[in-house]
């Protein structure tokens, strides 16, 4: 058991770190090597969350897509990711639809590279 460990800490140590790129709602593709993303288990609506807080820029994967908004602080992420039902939370207080777009990402600034 413990050999078998240690092959597989050796070929996880030889295996090249490579930057996740996702393409967002914007037809976009964004390196997320700057972003902090947590996989989402408890919401039916959210299956993952990243956040850049130098950039405020979120991008959320919900129903197999990627959608990026633009703006979000820092304390509304936490709230977010720390409300009862994170599905609410997002339509209500994130979602274009229901925020008159007020996270929209207005630039068209080229895409991030790793």
């Known amino acids: 058991m413990v050999r078998a460990f240690v092959l597989l800490l050796a070929q996880l140590a030889g295996t090249p770190i490579v930057s996740e790129t996702v393409e967002t709602d914007e037809h976009r593709l964004v390196d997320l090597q700057t972003f902090e993303c947590r996989?989402?288990?408890?919401?039916?609506?959210?299956?993952?969350?990243?956040?850049?807080?130098?950039?405020?820029?979120?991008?959320?994967?919900?129903?197999?897509?990627?959608?990026?908004?633009?703006?979000?602080?820092?304390?509304?992420?936490?709230?977010?990711?720390?409300?009862?039902?994170?599905?609410?939370?997002?339509?209500?207080?994130?979602?274009?639809?229901?925020?008159?777009g007020r996270y929209a990402c207005r630039t068209r600034e080229p895409a991030r590279k790793g």
């Open 39 to 100: 996989d989402i288990t408890r919401s039916t609506v959210l299956q993952r969350v990243c956040y850049d807080r130098a950039q405020q820029d979120l991008i959320v994967a919900s129903h197999g897509a990627y959608d990026r908004y633009c703006g979000v602080t820092a304390e509304t992420v936490e709230r977010l990711l720390g409300a009862p039902s994170m599905g609410q939370f997002f339509n209500r207080n994130i979602k274009r639809e229901t925020t008159a």
